[in-house]
């Protein structure tokens, strides 16, 4: 993989989901995002979230980035 496409972003949306009892399915209801693009983040294929999505989960989630998105 070349260096402008590694990163170190690790997303914990399935271990929040977890312990809400929350489906992807239900989160992407709340936050108003589609599954398709939820589970791109959840699974760390994302290139960028917009910090209007980002504020809706941890909203939702009633959690801060640091929650959703640590650097490895």
């Given at each position: 993989?070349?260096?402008?496409?590694?990163?170190?972003?690790?997303?914990?949306?399935?271990?929040?989901?977890?312990?809400?009892?929350?489906?992807?399915?239900?989160?992407?209801?709340?936050?108003?995002?589609?599954?398709?693009?939820?589970?791109?983040?959840?699974?760390?294929?994302?290139?960028?979230?917009?910090?209007?999505?980002l504020t809706a989960l941890c909203?939702?989630?009633?959690?801060?980035?640091?929650?959703?998105?640590?650097?490895?």
């Amino acid at each position: 993989m070349p260096p402008e496409t590694e990163h170190a972003v690790r997303c914990h949306l399935d271990e929040l989901l977890a312990d809400r009892g929350m489906t992807l399915t239900e989160l992407a209801d709340r936050v108003g995002v589609s599954v398709v693009n939820l589970s791109v983040l959840k699974n760390g294929r994302a290139r960028a979230i917009r910090f209007s999505t980002l504020t809706a989960l941890c909203r939702v989630l009633d959690c801060s980035v640091g929650d959703i998105l640590s650097v490895d």
